[in-house]
């Protein structure tokens, strides 16, 4: 991976994490994008485990410091994703749309479904509902978000070679 | 090669652990830790995120409040329009209490209703009638003067005819009783010269004696001759002199004290009140009755009971405030609390043993 490929995917980074703060709270639905774990997965597959583990980690913590009591849940989710996508990334990363999207997918209801076993806030009814039913539809929405901003950032991800 | 990809395993799986166990170890630290963690956060690494975040948020909360607040606007506005006219409203009624005070007797005040027929215009129908005592050709009057006349009277409503009607007409005279004629109303719609719009609601005071010249600005009275307007009833204000071909005779253009869409409440003037009755005073007076009546009004206002009663209860509680304090002080300070010893009895010189 050379510099100017660095720095294009730490543009789209940073870019995703900014509409993650900006874009999620203006809609303010109950099933929102989860644009973190878009950004983690883009990176995700594009560095070893390690990294991914380790940025995966980063990102939760910096999304945790803002819900104190469940802190440390999101670090735990997103290492977990990221590196699970990093290994898995031959297997799921095909230049394909519908594949994409399904990783988008999976991703964010496994994130989901690590953050609220790890939180511990939730139980019986309500537990399940969150996970059968508003993660999945988020997680679709995320989908759905994923392969979009895949589309629109794939000249910046992926440069065509001179 | 083989060993390289061994060890770049090796650094991921111990990457991998350390992150897990860092997020395991952070999601069982005491809370007042985590909460100091993520204070440190977002006061250095997250905070121009949370201010994206606030951000965002309040855009979405402005935009969700748009819709109440333009409704909130237009209800605000709306009332505020519908004040301005209860104002004048309240004015005109306050008015015609101060009339009706100095009229003592004789009279009926009534509702003048606006006919929106074309060519009634100069008729309001009165919400009283013959039950009231009201009859054809009783005078209608506003606090600022004539109105015009009763034409046909029906047992609960009559109608009424303005001053701008063209079979009105009054006998006249200048207040100070040195010219006297006959107001119609003028009819013209053209401008007095170049440049002047149509002038409309005005009345002409006609047939004034050549040697009587008026002033802009001199008062026109009922003069009480024909037997159907009381005197003393003002009409309006000489606008000016109108050249007629009439060598023997000056007429003159009066502005008249009532504007036929200012009415709306009037005083019908019954049978006993116009006969040889002059009303001279009770206008001369109206001023001065009403803004006493004003005062009365005032005081009574439903308001100002509030506020004076805000301000009472007020007061009370400061009172009872500084009552407390002071107690409290004397808690604080034994020796102003308790109270002296009393002083032993000494006879007095007169008293009873």
Not at chain 1, 105 to 111: E, I, L, T, Y
Not at chain 2, 45 to 61: F, K
Not at chain 2, 93 to 119: C, H, K, P
Not at chain 2, 334 to 348: F, L, N
Request: glycine share 8%.
């Amino acid at each position: 991976m050379n510099w100017t490929r660095s720095a294009r995917a730490v543009l789209a980074f940073a870019l995703l994490v900014v509409l993650h703060y900006t874009v999620r709270p203006l809609l303010g639905w109950r099933t929102p994008v989860d644009f973190l774990v878009i950004a983690v997965l883009l990176s995700a597959v594009r560095v070893r485990p390690g990294a991914a583990a380790l940025i995966g980690f980063c990102t939760g913590l910096v999304a945790d410091s803002l819900m104190p009591s469940a802190f440390g849940a999101g670090a735990l989710a997103m290492t977990a994703v990221g590196a699970t996508a990093s290994w898995l990334k031959a297997v799921f990363f095909a230049d394909n749309v519908v594949l994409h999207g399904f990783f988008f997918f999976v991703g964010k209801w496994a994130f989901d479904i690590v953050y609220v076993t790890a939180e511990r806030r939730m139980r019986g009814v309500e537990l399940a509902t969150q996970l059968l039913l508003w993660s999945p539809l988020s997680a679709a929405l995320t989908a759905v978000a994923g392969v979009i901003l895949l589309l629109m950032l794939r000249p910046v991800l992926e440069p065509q070679a001179a | 090669m083989a060993r390289a990809v061994r060890s770049g395993t090796r650094v991921d799986t111990a990457l991998l652990v350390a992150c897990c166990a860092m997020a395991l170890l952070a999601t069982v630290l005491p809370l007042n830790l985590r909460e100091a963690i993520a204070g440190g956060l977002r006061r250095t690494v997250v905070a121009p995120l949370v201010s994206l975040q606030q951000q965002a948020e309040r855009g979405r909360s402005a935009f969700l409040s748009r819709e109440a607040t333009t409704s909130r606007l237009d209800s605000i506005s709306l009332r505020n329009m519908q004040l301005a006219k209860l104002e004048s409203e309240n004015e005109r009624l306050r008015a015609l209490l101060g009339l009706g005070r100095q009229l003592e007797w004789g009279f009926v005040s009534a509702e003048a209703l606006r006919v929106t027929d074309i060519g009634e215009e100069n008729t309001r129908t009165l919400t009283v009638g013959s039950r009231a005592g009201v009859e054809p050709k009783t005078p209608v009057v506003a606090p600022e003067g004539l109105v015009g006349m009763v034409l046909t009277v029906d047992p609960a409503s009559s109608i009424a005819i303005l001053w701008t009607h063209t079979d009105f007409a009054a006998s006249a005279m200048s207040a100070d009783r040195s010219a006297y004629g006959i107001v119609y109303p003028h009819l013209s719609e053209s401008g007095r010269g170049e440049g002047t719009p149509p002038e409309r609601y005005l009345l002409e005071l006609r047939g004034v004696a050549f040697r009587s010249a008026l002033k802009p600005g001199t008062p026109i009275v009922t003069s009480g001759l024909g037997g159907v307007y009381p005197a003393g009833i003002p009409i309006g204000s000489v606008l000016g002199e109108l050249r007629t071909s009439e060598g023997w005779a000056r007429t003159y253009l009066v502005r008249p004290a009532v504007r036929p869409p200012d009415v709306s409440n009037v005083i019908v003037l019954l049978p006993g009140k116009t006969k040889d009755q002059s009303l001279d005073r009770v206008w001369r007076s109206t001023v001065s009755a009403d803004s006493a009546a004003r005062r009365i009004a005032a005081a009574g206002d439903s308001i100002a009971r509030r506020v004076a009663a805000d301000s009472v209860r007020g007061a009370e509680a400061a009172a009872a405030r500084r009552a407390a304090d002071s107690v409290a002080k004397g808690v604080a300070r034994p020796d102003t609390a308790v109270r002296a010893p009393a002083r032993p009895a000494t006879p007095r010189p007169g008293g009873r043993p």
